[in-house]
T-cell receptor, first 113, second 117 residues
């Protein structure tokens, strides 16, 4: 079945540091890929998405590129801020599975001033 | 826009009792809502897909008689945990899919923490 694997956390960075959060997936079909973010005390929010190979999703300075050859969708940001502290979830939606979302475990990012 | 609320945000109950959790889409209509369960330090696991006016579709391994789902309107779905036991303690999250979206974006509620004593 479908699965999403995220790197182990938590991750602690200093403000303005470079961020990479790894995400790889397995899927039977040709999935859409997502990054969701959950700020403290809030629900999950869509951060960015990519629906086909080589697409780059971007939002709020975050980027991720759909790499079909490596089945990856790594999240990057060039300069993190304290306000980026949150839990980040990688997810996929396989079009053959009624568009259900499959999530990775999530990773907690803490950014210190 | 696209705000989803859940009520209550947390609940503590005795073993053997039933608990109802509400999920509402506040500013949009949702023909489809999803219920997830999240254990500490683990990912969200889909429990069931709830479609307005029809029976919910449960994932493999989820007891439909224990986790009753009702989606009576385009803005409300409820999850009732019947005869709750300590192993049902968890974080329950709902989401709603916006009618007419060309891709599968789901809007999530803030979650409900259930503790069964």
């Amino acid at each position: 079945g479908d699965s999403v694997t995220q790197m182990e956390g938590p991750v602690t960075l200093s403000e303005e540091a470079f961020l990479t959060i790894n995400c790889t997936y397995t899927a039977t079909g040709y999935p859409s890929l997502f990054w969701y973010v959950q700020y403290p005390g809030e629900g999950l929010q869509l951060l960015l998405k990519a629906t086909k190979a080589d697409d780059k999703g971007s939002n709020k300075g975050f980027e991720a590129t759909y790499r079909k050859e490596t089945t990856s969708f790594h999240l990057e940001k060039g300069s993190v801020q304290v306000s980026d502290s949150a839990v980040y979830f990688c997810a996929l939606s396989d079009p053959g599975a009624n568009s259900k979302l499959t999530f990775g475990k999530g990773i907690t990012l803490s950014v210190r001033p | 826009g696209a705000v989803v609320s859940q009520h209550p945000s947390w609940v503590i109950c005795k073993s053997g009792t039933s608990v109802k959790i509400e999920c509402r889409s506040l500013d949009f209509q949702a023909t489809t809502m999803f219920w997830y369960r999240q254990f500490p330090k683990q990912s969200l696991m889909l429990m069931a897909t709830s479609n307005e006016g029809s029976k919910a579709t449960y994932e493999q391994g989820v007891e439909k008689d224990k986790f009753l789902i009702n989606h009576a309107s385009l803005t409300l779905s409820t999850l009732t945990v019947t005869s709750a036991h300590p192993e049902d303690s968890s974080f329950y999250i709902c989401s709603a899919r916006v009618l007419g979206q060309s891709y599968n974006e789901q809007f999530f509620g803030p979650g409900t923490r259930l503790t069964v004593l």
